[in-house]
C-alpha cells in the first residue's frame, strides 16, 4: 500500500496543536470487550496538563476505560462551511489514565465554565489523554503522522 | 453501577431513526491492532440498503477494517447553537463488511453529490455498518439503548 501520507512539517505541527487547545468536546474510542465503541465526550486544553476529559461513570466509555484505559479521540475545528470531509481534524492514540480531579479543577472550570454544573458530582471522573501517536488530516488528500515530538504538551 | 439508561420508546426510536437518515459523515471507530482508532467517513443512509460508508484504501481506518470488520459510529445532528454536549447523538456498534459499489452507486451520488469526484477511484471501497445494537443520547442525562428491532433498516 502506498503511504499516502505527507512529511510532518511546522505548519502541520501548529495546525495539529491549535485543534488541540482550542477543542470542547471530542470523539472519544474506547474498548467495549475488545470491540469498539465511539461516543462524545467534553473536553479542556489545560496549560501544563494537556488534554482531559471529564465523564460520568455512568457512561459507557467511563466502564470502558476502567477496564482498559487505550483510547482514540477525534478532535476537529470548528464546524465551518463546506463539507466536513474537507475540514481539519486530528486522531490522538493513547491512553486515558485518571487524572486528579480536585488538582485541576479551577483550570478546567475556568476552560469550561458550564462543566461547573456537574464537575463536583461524585461520579465524574477527570482522566487525561497521553498520545502515543496521531494522524492530521488537513483536507482533502493532505493527511500526516505525528509522534509525540510533534505534539509535546500531550504527549508526556 | 445503576443503569442510567431510560426505557426505550416510539420517541427515542424516532430521534435514532432521524439521526440515520440525515448524517452525511461520523466517526468511525475501528480497531489498530486491538487498539482503538477513530476518524472522520464520509456516509449516506440508502433505503433498503442502510447506513453506507464511503473509504478510500489509503486511509487508516480502511487498512483497519480489512483486517477486523468490528467497528462503532458516532452520528449526529446538525450542528446547532448552544452546548454540544446536549445535542443528540448516536452510538452505532456492530461491523462494516464490503458492500457492492457498482449496485449502490447511483443511490449514494443521488444522496452525495460530491462523492462523484473520487467514488470510482479504484482505491475507494463501499461498506454497510450492520448495527448489531446502538445507544442514544437525546441530550443531557437522557441515554437510551436500542437494539435490532429500534433499527429495523439498518441491522439486518
Chains 1, 2 share one sequence.
Do not use: Q
Amino acid at each position: 500500500m502506498t503511504d499516502a501520507h505527507r512529511p510532518t512539517d511546522a505548519e502541520a505541527r501548529a495546525l495539529a496543536d491549535g485543534l488541540l487547545r482550542r477543542c470542547t468536546h471530542l470523539a472519544l474510542a474506547t474498548l467495549a470487550g475488545g470491540a469498539p465503541h465511539v461516543s462524545r465526550v467534553g473536553c479542556a486544553w489545560i496549560e501544563d496538563a494537556g488534554l482531559l476529559i471529564l465523564a460520568s461513570d455512568l457512561a459507557t466509555h467511563a466502564a470502558n476505560l476502567a477496564a482498559d484505559d487505550r483510547c482514540s479521540a477525534m478532535v476537529e475545528g470548528a464546524a465551518g462551511k463546506g463539507d466536513v470531509l474537507t475540514h481539519p481534524r486530528l486522531s490522538l492514540m493513547g491512553r486515558a489514565p485518571l487524572a486528579d480531579k480536585g488538582a485541576h479543577r479551577d483550570a478546567f472550570l475556568a476552560a469550561r465554565p458550564k462543566a461547573s454544573l456537574f464537575y463536583d458530582f461524585g461520579d465524574f471522573r477527570l482522566r487525561r489523554i497521553v498520545v502515543e501517536r496521531a494522524e492530521l488530516v488537513a483536507g482533502f488528500g493532505a493527511a500526516y503522522r505525528l509522534g509525540p515530538s510533534d505534539l509535546p504538551g500531550a504527549a508526556s
